[in-house]
């Protein structure tokens, strides 16, 4: 109870900062002189990118880690991420069209980095659906388990089809090799908001594992429920 | 080791025994087989695309069909008279297990591929002679990639709800890579060029390969045991 509520609080704090980042990159920050106003959008598409694929490699470890251990809070860890993995990823792929448009000319291109955040949303997904259609608790968290790892696994396949197989999208200029190459004042912005995505990450996790143990908790109580009053309609007919 | 594979062949010679006594699910595989490259042929204009564009990605897409629906039945059919129980407590390791089922597949895909390849080159007229056995080698290294995770999931998804549903979804984000070498390499092959010049997406493939394999052996008993 304590951590979904402590999550909801996380996730305020994350928002608020949002707002904070929308006003900076407005108002404080210059427009990029290519690509114009466009650019702002940039500040909300790459930490959410960053982070839809983190947390599919913290769903993969986490599955790891549950294999060997056993416990429970691992795969409940690796469902609240995969299901912030899944928001950050329909942001990415909400986000990128939205400035494909004006600087592309078109809304969709099979880019690489496009096809490999479209393809992390259906693992996400294919993720939680295996969840949902898995009843027994502990046969949840082993597949959950092997599906997650084999998914850190393909990633970087999937990385290096799509590169091969044609891209047009920007270069890294922050996360590359070489030092970033990104004015200072657009770097604060964006460093700003990697730090409220990451704090938002935190917050969605929070709440989703103090979720599922509510759920736990429910589901055990209405078990012990069904068992007392099983008891006592046996008794009544002996 | 030799145990693990006499045991896995073991495995792998009950499945294909029953395959070949019903026939019935390889029949089916053949037939639904033939009936995607005839949908494919009405899917396009004769007049504007011409075959060979799209002859590549035609026969990947059959086969990656082809292959979801023989991975479906893999574990299916253990499910019946609780046969899975049987082989979990008879004195073969996992490993047997996976690499048994995981040949029988093979088996299953490659005679469907073997009768659809034909049917593929009648319909769409596609000059294959001149580079047939690296096609093979193309279509075998993309197979190996397709079975080696779909037995693994086809094991899983058996005790879930909708487990014919659950296959696909789960499966073909990981067909990707494969698929993508599967066609560049099958695109330069039918247009005459050497497999040379595919060398990078023939390591992907087997790179991809040998990843999954390992992966799979390692994580199937995972999925198999209650």
């Known amino acids: ?238 | 080791m030799g145990d693990t594979l006499r045991h896995a062949w073991t495995i792998a010679r009950k499945d294909l025994l029953l395959e070949f006594r019903t026939r019935t699910a390889v029949l089916s595989a053949v037939v639904f087989t033939a009936l995607v490259l005839t949908v494919f042929n009405f899917g396009r204009d004769p007049t504007a695309v011409a075959t060979i564009d799209l002859a590549p990605s035609i026969l990947w897409v059959t086969f990656s069909f082809a292959a979801i629906l023989a991975l479906n039945r893999a574990f299916q059919l253990e499910l019946e008279n609780e046969a899975l129980e049987g082989l979990l407590v008879s004195p073969i390791s996992r490993t047997s297990l996976y690499l048994g089922k995981l040949v029988a597949n093979l088996m299953f895909v490659g005679v469907v591929e073997c009768v659809a390849l034909p049917l593929f080159v009648l319909f769409f007229d596609v000059p294959v002679w001149r580079a047939l056995a690296p096609l093979i080698a193309v279509i075998a290294l993309a197979t190996v990639g397709f079975v080696a995770v779909g037995t693994l999931f086809s094991a899983m998804v058996i005790r879930t709800r909708f487990a014919e549903l659950m296959l696909p979804v789960l499966l073909l984000p990981f067909f990707i890579p494969p698929l993508t070498g599967a066609v560049q390499a099958t695109a330069r092959l039918l247009d005459g060029r050497p497999l040379s010049e595919a060398a990078g997406w023939l390591r992907l493939l087997a790179g991809y390969d040998v990843a999954f394999l390992v992966l799979a052996t390692l994580l199937f008993p995972h999925t198999v045991d209650e």
């Open chain 1, 1 to 238: 109870m304590r951590l979904a509520r402590a999550g909801r609080w996380v996730t305020l704090v994350g928002l608020l900062l949002l707002a904070g980042v929308y006003l900076r990159a407005l108002a404080f920050t210059p427009i990029e002189r290519s690509q114009g106003p466009a650019q702002k959008i940039f500040y909300l598409h790459m930490p959410a990118a960053v982070w839809a694929e983190l947390a599919m490699g913290l769903v993969g470890l986490a599955g790891v880690f549950y294999l060997f251990l056993k416990d429970p809070r691992l795969d409940r860890f690796a469902a609240a991420s995969a299901e912030a993995g899944t928001v950050f990823a329909a942001i990415v792929l909400t986000t990128g069209p939205i400035w494909g448009k004006p600087i592309w000319g078109t809304w969709w291109t099979w880019d690489a980095r496009l096809t490999l955040t479209l393809l992390l949303f259906f693992l996400y997904m294919g993720y939680l659906l295996l969840r949902s259609a898995t009843p027994d608790p502990e046969l949840r968290a082993r597949y959950s388990a092997v599906l997650g790892i084999c998914g850190l696994v393909l990633v970087p396949f999937i990385h290096l089809s799509t590169v091969m197989f044609r891209t047009l999208h920007p270069a890294p200029i922050v996360l590359k090799p070489s030092p970033p190459s990104l004015p200072g004042s657009m770097l604060i912005t964006l460093l700003f908001s990697f730090g409220v995505f990451t704090l938002l990450y935190i917050g969605f996790v929070m709440q989703v594992y103090g979720l599922s143990l509510l759920q736990e908790e429910l589901a055990a109580r209405e078990r012990a429920a069904a068992v007392a009053r099983g008891r006592g309609e046996g008794g009544d007919d002996a």
